[in-house]
């Protein structure tokens, strides 16, 4: 087992998870992000963005930042506002958002 501990305000994560109505416009929305994303990315230095689709409910997805800096969190709000949420809000996703710090990693070997 492994376990690395985060120095304070070091690492932050944004999760966003969508549902929508239909697997469709899930997989639409995520051809958005990665059409939108590569063209931005570089506004938040040093980030990294995952999506994750469920294998239960193909209609939710998640985006998950890690950010290393706390005021990346209000840069990545204002292009998100710009770029990605007129087109989520078309398609009327239930949605959900949590900032977070991150504090550790334990891993298996």
Known sequence: ME???YASKKRFRRVITNT???NEDCEMFIM???Q???KHINKLPDSELEIT???ESPN???AIWTLKDYKHFDILEKIGNEIIYPYRNKLSPKSNSIKTESL???AGS
């Open 3 to 5: 376990w690395e501990e």
């Open 20 to 22: 929508f109505s239909s």
């Open 32 to 34: 958005v992000l990665r």
């Open 36 to 38: 939108q994303w590569p």
């Open 53 to 55: 689709r469920s294998i």
């Open 60 to 62: 939710i997805m998640s």
């Open 104 to 106: 550790c990693k334990i």
